[in-house]
């Protein structure tokens, strides 16, 4: 058989292969229903204003929680291990990876959307007031 | 409706600028069609014109950019491209950061460098000149047309191509501050970023951009091999170009990596962000041509798969000019630009570059010269092939990844059902996948090396000497990586496979550059960049895998969370030393220059209670442009040779990050109204303090005019603490500061009320003043005041006094005796159109106002009036809250990265064989 063949069928399995182990990595926004104590989760939704946002770094600086509405509109706490967010209750959206530990989902990363910073047309309106 | 006549606009740069443009399009058609028509023909006619009109399109491209530079340098907020990107205040420096903040600026930096890289092409001749130069015109056809800023209707609908940066502002947007013809006068620019005010803004955009411009050069010289069926004297331009592109598109990644490890607080050089990747890939690609073009020229094999991949890395490039630019990315990347509405013009731009390739390749398949016997498995292009198509894969794996919000937004289109996927996980994901091509690429590096091109079978001594290097090296490479189980962690058999692989492939680099090489520089290219690349690898292995976290402290445990892996940042009171991970470390003072507060760090290091090591780092946090908020936190670092201490600002207390939130929290302060005497004690519900005394002027009013402290002594009912604390008032303007303190160990914020002022300083219409006619040297007493004029001062001291034209002033000079101290004190006398008028001289310790009444020139008489403050030092207003929460402390993080050197001096190392590559392959000629 040709060499090139048998790179050729070497690469093609490579490539199946990559593509079901990969698979496993990827995953749509979850909601707090769909998380466990297994596995990591990303969880999507918009903040709870209405519940405490708790930092003390006088107690911890690695110990932030909030309450989150997923997408199915449940409330759950939150605890990030990591210091506060700057602008966190400003955010739109937020969308947090981790498990479900007992009560609380810990998340070990959050990504946050917030309005952007700098918008001409409030500069405008400023200027023009 | 009437025009209105707008003031203070300058109208010519723009109309400059937008003909510039237009000229740097037009004559991008001319000198295309020229260039095409040369290919045709004999005549060296077209070719001049073609070259006119390059020369054309680059004055349109340099003037555009000069016009541009004008008026950001002026502050001419009238143009949108500098109100968005400059302001007032942004230091010169950072022009050129401005200029290519937007999207604008960046498209033209790409294409000057383009219209650089295609005047040496001209310059150099050839007969390649037209067919290049025309590729890398339509390139340029597509970039200006994203700032052409062209609006054609049809019908109801208006498709705007691309986005003029030589507009006015009021041309692009509509706000009723336009109806004011006034309106410059009102705005300022947005200005630069905070995050992007440091110099590798200035540095890396150019170098990359240099890197990205760059890959079109094997890309244009692919297309003219296909077009003119003429592939073997292509080889040798196209590799100097491809070299010369590997070169630059690394150092400008490397760059950027730098960048994030220097300059930004996620404290890494690399975090498989999708626009990291995205240049990454174009690189790995590219690397992979390069490659099979040395076997090309070499062999003659693997013509095609130079062709393919160098056209490959082009496209690429545009695709991920595609995702940064077209605001896909969404949430999942830090780099992306503002969005600009140009998505379905960067698709057709990627679209057509990869169809053109395809079909080149397509139409021209059968005329690429290919070999009928395949590579031998003893030849070094059998293996340098394998390792070009394992960086293929490499770079296929990243770019799918990378694409996924492609994907998700194309299944959307067809089904809006479609729920989007994300990586749950990215940085475990990628590595995965990339610690085994490492293996591979490592391994193959190294071991290539000693394959001789075109070698059917070994000699004997070939053999010999391959199984011996090879032999010795898997040996020293396995003790090697034993013996660095000492000083890093492998954790898990792959990693300790991966750093094998990188000392096996960096010994056998430096094995063939002194035995096989004979140290010649000749063939110094392919081991420093192979040695290189084995050590950058090892280098993210003992950095990225084995960073180890300072900033833990040992002891806590009363901390939240109870998996103690997950605490990262510690918190530091101001001159309260902790014991973290080996150090001590003290938060000694803070410090503010500019826009940028500095915080110093001691670090201590103990051993048998004997300091060994003491060291101070000063991470900062940069406030945004209107002094408002942290925008950004920027990390310090200590450099060892062997590794790295990184700090950052993780957090500060809510009151120093924010003004709205510092006033949210001061309004949340519940204060408790105390109205003490001087003397008395106060308590709060755990701490007491005694009101030692009234202060005039204390220090910290200096930079007012008049000023009252309280000085009051704190303790606390359980601890031996003292502070002692001087809550102000004071008076500037006519208008009265509250200047309250805070004891953050007792989170007790202390404040003297407005009216406090005056109960010291007794407003002039309330004093009794008393009347004293007196001769000059003559006592005269006011209560327990002993006074005496001496006589007139030629020049008026008052600082109340100015003077205005025709004055008559009379300073008189009276000492004052008060509490056995001797006072002058100067009040004024002045005769101004014809009426009298007193400037009094007051003194503020004492409390003590003199004015200088009347001047009876026959007597030889003076009428001074005389008043003291009515000075109550009873019932105080004042208020203290209690439970403040500090402000004295930082939150703090301290990461070690072993051996990051390596990764450093690796990246170097390859940059260097890249260079040793070009002047070999050009001196050549």
Redesign the interface.
């Known amino acids: 058989m040709k060499k090139s063949y048998i790179i050729g069928i070497l690469a093609i399995i490579a490539a199946i292969v990559i593509f079901m182990s990969a698979s496993g990595d990827v995953s749509t926004y979850g909601n707090f229903t769909d998380a466990n104590s297994t596995g990591k989760v990303k969880v999507s939704g918009t903040l709870d204003l209405e519940k405490e946002l708790y930092y003390d770094p006088n107690v911890d600086p690695n110990y932030f929680s909030f309450y989150m509405i997923d997408n199915l509109g449940d409330s759950k706490k939150v605890i990030l291990t990591k210091p506060k967010p700057q602008d966190f209750e400003l955010s739109e959206q937020v969308v947090v990876t981790g498990s479900m530990n007992e009560d609380a989902f810990v998340a070990s990363e959050v990504l946050t959307k917030c309005p952007s910073k700098y918008k001409d047309e409030e500069i405008l309106l400023k200027a023009d007031s | 409706m009437e025009e209105l006549i707008y003031t203070g606009e300058h109208l010519l740069p723009g109309k400059i600028g937008h003909f510039l443009l237009l000229l740097g399009f037009v004559s991008i058609l001319f000198s295309a069609f020229s260039y095409f028509k040369s290919t045709k023909s004999e005549d060296k006619q077209w070719i001049s014109l073609g070259r006119f009109g390059f020369l054309l399109h680059g004055i349109g491209i340099f003037g555009v950019i000069a016009m541009l530079f004008y008026v950001m340098g002026n502050q001419m907020y009238e143009y949108y491209y500098a109100?968005?990107h400059v302001s007032d205040d942004l230091p010169m420096r950072y022009i050129v950061s401005a200029f290519w903040e937007g999207q604008e600026g960046s498209f033209l930096l790409w294409s000057v460098w383009h219209v650089i890289l295609g005047a040496i092409v001209i310059y150099n001749g050839g007969k390649w000149e037209s067919r290049v130069i025309f590729t890398l015109l339509l390139i340029q056809a597509f970039i200006l047309s994203m700032i052409l800023g062209l609006h054609i209707g049809f019908g109801e609908y208006i498709y705007k191509i691309g986005s003029n940066p030589t507009l006015l502002l009021r041309d692009t947007?509509q706000?009723?501050?336009f109806n004011?013809a006034e309106?410059l006068s009102?705005?300022t620019g947005?200005g630069l970023?905070p995050l992007l005010q440091n110099y590798w803004m200035t540095i890396h955009p150019p170098v990359l951009f240099l890197g990205f411009a760059s890959t079109s050069l094997p890309f244009a010289y692919a297309v003219a091999a296909l077009w003119s069926k003429s592939y073997h004297d292509v080889l040798g331009p196209m590799l100097k170009w491809g070299l010369f592109s590997g070169a630059f598109l690394g150092i400008g990644i490397l760059m950027g990596g730098a960048w994030a490890y220097e300059a930004l607080s996620f404290g890494g050089y690399w975090a498989w962000d999708p626009v990291e990747n995205m240049s990454l890939v174009p690189w790995l690609i590219l690397i992979a041509g390069i490659h099979t073009n040395v076997i090309a020229k070499s062999t003659g094999f693997s013509i095609r798969s130079t062709l393919i991949f160098y056209l490959l890395t082009f496209v690429l490039i545009v695709y991920s000019t595609f995702l940064t630019r077209s605001g896909i990315l969404g949430?999942t990347s830090a780099h992306a630009f503002?969005e600009m509405g140009l998505e379905w013009q960067l698709v057709a731009f990627v679209l057509f570059f990869l169809l053109l390739g395809m079909i080149l390749l397509a139409i021209n398949n059968k005329t690429i010269p290919s070999k009928p016997k395949?590579?031998s498995?003893y030849s070094r292009e059998?293996w340098m092939f394998?390792g070009a198509?394992v960086l293929f894969?490499s770079g296929a794996?990243i770019a799918t990844?990378s694409s996924?919000p492609v994907f998700n937004k194309i299944i959307t289109y067809f089904n809006p059902e479609y729920?989007?996927?994300?990586?749950?996980?990215p940085i475990?994901?990628y590595n995965?996948?990339q610690i085994w091509v490492s293996v591979f690429i490592t391994i193959l590096s190294g071991a290539t090396l000693f394959f001789r091109y075109r070698a059917d079978k070994w000699s004997a001594s070939n053999r010999n000497r391959f199984l011996v290097a090879f032999g010795v090296c898997i040996l020293l490479a396995s003790l090697l990586t034993y013996l660095m189980s000492f000083w890093i962690s492998y954790f898990e058999y792959r990693y300790a496979i991966l750093s094998w692989s990188c000392v096996f492939g960096m010994l056998m680099a430096i094995w063939y550059f002194f035995t096989e090489g004979k140290a010649n520089l000749k063939l110094a290219a392919s081991a420093f960049s192979h040695f290189g690349f084995a050590i950058m690898v090892l280098g993210t292995v003992t950095s990225g895998l084995n960073t180890r976290i300072v900033s833990k402290n040992p002891f806590a445990m009363?901390?939240?969370?109870k998996?103690e892996s997950?605490?990262?940042?510690?918190?530091l009171l101001k001159g309260v030393p902790l014991y973290v991970n080996d150090y001590w470390l003290t938060y000694e003072r803070d410090s503010v220059e500019g826009r940028f507060r500095y915080f110093d760090v001691k670090f201590e290091k103990f051993k048998d209670s004997v300091l060994v090591e003491s060291f101070s780092l000063q991470p900062n946090v940069q406030y945004d442009n209107k002094f408002k908020?942290?925008a950004a936190s920027n990390p310090d670092t200590k450099h060892y040779w062997n590794r790295d201490i990184f700090t950052n600002i993780?957090?500060l207390?809510r009151s120093q990050?924010?003004v709205e939130l510092a006033k949210e929290l001061e309004e949340s302060l519940e204060y408790v109204s105390y109205t003490p005497s001087l003397g008395d004690t106060i308590f709060t519900s755990s701490k007491y303090g005694v009101i030692k005394n009234v202060v005039i002027n204390p220090s910290k009013t200096d930079s007012f005019n008049l000023g009252v402290g309280l000085e009051i002594e704190f303790k606390s009912l359980d601890s031996e603490e003292v502070y002692t604390v001087m809550p102000s008032v004071a008076l500037k303007e006519n208008m009265i500061y509250e200047m309250p303190e805070v004891i953050n160990p007792f989170n007790l914020k202390i404040n003297v009320q407005d009216t406090f002022f005056e109960s010291i300083f007794t407003n002039d219409a309330d004093l009794d003043y008393v009347k004293y006619v007196v001769k000059e040297n003559e006592p005269f007493i006011f209560k327990n005041f002993e006074l005496k004029l001496n006589g007139f001062k030629k020049e008026v001291e008052n600082p109340n006094y100015s003077e205005v034209e025709n004055d008559i002033a009379v300073s008189a000079d009276v000492s004052v005796r008060i509490n056995n101290e001797d006072v002058s004190m100067d009040p004024v006398y002045i005769i101004r159109d014809n009426k009298p008028f007193s400037i009094k001289d007051y003194h503020a310790n004492s409390g003590l106002h003199i004015r200088f009444q009347h001047i009876d020139p026959g007597t030889q008489s003076y009428t001074f009036m005389v008043a003291v403050d009515k000075r109550n030092f009873k019932a105080i207003p004042m208020e203290i809250a209690e439970e403040v929460?500090?402000s004295d402390?930082i939150?703090f993080e301290a990461k070690e990265f072993p051996g990051i050197n390596l990764f450093w001096y690796g990246s170097i190392s390859m940059m260097l064989g890249f260079l040793f590559a070009l002047i070999r392959r050009y001196s050549q000629n």
């Open positions: 109100f968005e947007m706000a009723p501050i004011n309106y009102l705005i947005t970023n949430e503002t395949e590579e498995i059998f394998i198509i894969f794996i990844s996924l729920v989007g996927r994300v990586i749950t996980e475990p994901h995965k996948y009363q901390g939240l969370v998996d997950m605490s990262k940042v510690v918190t908020k942290v993780a957090s207390p990050m924010d929460p500090r402390l939150i």
